[in-house]
């Protein structure tokens, strides 16, 4: 028996959520019976789509979901050895046991930071395949516009994007992520929406409109891409961060979706198990060329989750969230 | 070398149109010359489709777009006879002679009124049966919501629906256009958006949820039916109508389609050619044997278009508004 921490929700939040929505627990966690192993948690992903869960499904008072990737420290299960890494779902805790279950045994390439397999090899980098190149039907060439392209999927998007060959726009929300992104990632026009009149800026940058709008924001966002949009254009919708803590503008120029023919469709992570791998295979090659690049903000500390959860809706993080719970 | 009258639209109108946004024209219409065919308009269709056009595409002072019914009545080309019934889309004018292309001469079933020709079995028909099986995808005994029910399009689209053993819902704006879905169409439930609240209204009448929300309304009807969505529900959209006069509330329920992978997409009537064979089989079935029910709104004189087409957006019509040009 080992007393560990988990983060609970202990109130539903009001707008933003706040640090004190959160509650940091102490448990005793068991030692692994027979069949069973004990994980300590390493590095722990918080995301946007958490926001939308605080509302409704995420139960008060037990573990805060959340995937993450921890380190086998008992096993008395033939299917992990102790010091196997493995990626989970087991939420915002320090140490847990349990029968395995969901656990996936990494075996990390060594060119590469483990913590790429918590976003661009991870749910991060699936969503953005599977969203951009299945639900959106993304086609070689074609114009594409990416929402909060600095942000965690929508980095990865825009890159893969520009691999297939596509014009790609981006939104994102401050001057040092527009360099980046334009720099760095060397996409072809980078608006900040902070700065700049948005629908003005994207129809500026858009010439020949827009085939594929990945979709990360909603509200403002939206209402700029819709007109944009080609005949036959297809809108992914990955997220609606703008509308996650309530307020903001409703959507008004949905009518373009008829005469153009516009496909908007809604999608998860978890939509894409058939493409996995070609997926991992792709990415990991990309990762290793150099032509997927990243940013990462890791927070040091279990206890700095909340504020990496909230952070996320003010543009804190460059890339991808992480938490570092130990090494 | 005749005269006739031509309807112009002479000023872009600002929110609802009103008659004066319109002008009466008389034109000198020239006989039919070698190849030519001159055909008198006998019923024209105004649509709620037109309405945006007004803002957009529709020149000012030429003859307002629109589709009809009309006999042919001079010809000097071998596809068309004198006293054939043709359906066009030459806008509205009363008379007008061409060389014969884009008519299609209609063999209209004895058993059926010649207006079904202009709504049930014409654009209103393949509209609602397109948009509903083929960008709906809808599925025997789903879930079915239908906005504008009492409408052209929206009740046939019921009553598909119906036929595909559904269970239908439809929001209409009068106790009268209730009372003619509950008791002579017979769908399961109905909703007077004027006179309830509309989002609890349609949370009660769909315990099962929504599989297929057919779109003709917009604003407060989408924010309404996104939360009933099930899981991989569809939403083809046909129209918007609240949108098409401007004001009215913006769109709040969108990030619904995520988690329901719900599919939004626009089309319009002249997308399902494929499917025009079967549509007229199917429909000339339906209609013969009273499977589909219609309401017709027939306003007696060309100068009454304007009207008509204005009417569309505070509901005059029951069922299509069609208007009687002559006889």
Same mark, same amino acid.
């Given at each position: @028996?080992t007393?560990?921490?988990?983060?609970?929700l202990?109130?539903?939040?009001?707008?933003?959520p706040?640090?004190?929505?959160?509650?940091f627990v102490?448990?005793?966690?068991?030692?692994?019976?027979?069949g069973?192993?004990?994980?300590?948690?390493m590095?722990?992903?918080?995301?946007?789509?958490?926001r939308?869960?605080?509302?409704?499904?995420q139960?008060?008072n037990v573990?805060?979901?959340?995937?993450?990737i921890g380190?086998v420290?008992?096993?008395?299960?033939?299917?992990?050895?102790e010091?196997?890494?493995?990626?989970?779902?087991?939420g915002m805790?320090e140490?847990?046991?349990g029968?395995?279950?969901?656990l996936?045994v990494?075996?990390?390439?060594?060119a590469?930071?483990?913590?790429?397999y @918590?976003?661009?090899?991870g749910?991060?980098?699936?969503?953005a395949? /599977?969203g951009?190149?299945?639900t959106?039907?993304?086609?070689?060439?074609e114009?594409?516009?990416?929402?909060t392209?600095?942000?965690?999927?929508?980095?990865?998007?825009?890159?893969?994007?520009?691999?297939?060959?596509?014009y790609?726009?981006?939104?994102t929300?401050s001057d040092?992520k527009?360099a980046?992104l334009r720099?760095?990632?060397?996409?072809?026009?980078v608006?900040?929406?902070?700065?700049?009149p948005?629908?003005?800026?994207?129809?500026?940058a858009t010439?020949g409109?827009?085939?594929?709008?990945?979709?990360n924001?909603?509200?403002a966002h939206?209402d700029?891409?819709?007109p944009? @949009?080609?005949?036959?254009?297809?809108?992914?919708?990955?997220?609606?961060?703008?509308?996650?803590?309530?307020? /903001?503008?409703g959507?008004r120029?949905l009518?373009?979706?008829?005469?153009?023919?516009?496909?908007?469709?809604?999608?998860v992570?978890?939509?894409?198990p058939h493409?996995?791998?070609?997926?991992?295979s792709? @990415?990991?090659g990309?990762?290793?060329?150099?032509?997927?690049?990243?940013?990462e903000?890791i927070?040091?500390?279990?206890?700095?989750?909340?504020e990496?959860?909230?952070?996320?809706?003010? /543009?804190?993080?460059?890339?991808?969230?992480l938490i570092?719970?130990s090494?």
């Amino acid at each position: @028996m080992t007393t560990s921490r988990q983060i609970h929700l202990v109130r539903r939040p009001d707008g933003v959520p706040v640090v004190s929505d959160f509650a940091f627990v102490e448990v005793d966690t068991t030692d692994a019976s027979d069949g069973q192993v004990q994980v300590q948690n390493m590095l722990m992903s918080v995301d946007p789509y958490m926001r939308p869960r605080l509302t409704s499904d995420q139960a008060l008072n037990v573990a805060m979901i959340g995937g993450g990737i921890g380190r086998v420290v008992q096993s008395r299960n033939p299917d992990f050895r102790e010091g196997d890494l493995v990626r989970h779902a087991a939420g915002m805790q320090e140490l847990f046991t349990g029968d395995g279950k969901g656990l996936q045994v990494l075996n990390p390439d060594p060119a590469l930071s483990l913590t790429v397999y @918590m976003h661009a090899l991870g749910g991060t980098g699936i969503t953005a395949y /599977g969203g951009l190149l299945e639900t959106g039907a993304l086609k070689h060439g074609e114009q594409v516009f990416v929402s909060t392209a600095g942000g965690a999927v929508g980095s990865v998007a825009a890159q893969i994007a520009k691999i297939k060959g596509c014009y790609v726009v981006g939104s994102t929300g401050s001057d040092e992520k527009a360099a980046w992104l334009r720099d760095v990632v060397g996409i072809d026009a980078v608006i900040n929406y902070k700065t700049q009149p948005l629908a003005a800026a994207l129809k500026a940058a858009t010439p020949g409109g827009v085939d594929v709008y990945f979709e990360n924001v909603g509200g403002a966002h939206l209402d700029a891409a819709l007109p944009r @949009m080609n005949l036959w254009g297809r809108i992914p919708v990955c997220g609606m961060i703008s509308t996650y803590n309530g307020g /903001g503008e409703g959507v008004r120029n949905l009518f373009n979706l008829i005469y153009g023919r516009i496909r908007m469709e809604g999608f998860v992570a978890t939509d894409f198990p058939h493409l996995q791998e070609a997926f991992l295979s792709d @990415m990991t090659g990309w990762l290793k060329d150099g032509r997927v690049k990243y940013q990462e903000t890791i927070l040091d500390g279990f206890e700095r989750a909340p504020e990496g959860l909230i952070g996320l809706f003010s /543009g804190l993080n460059n890339g991808k969230m992480l938490i570092r719970v130990s090494h």
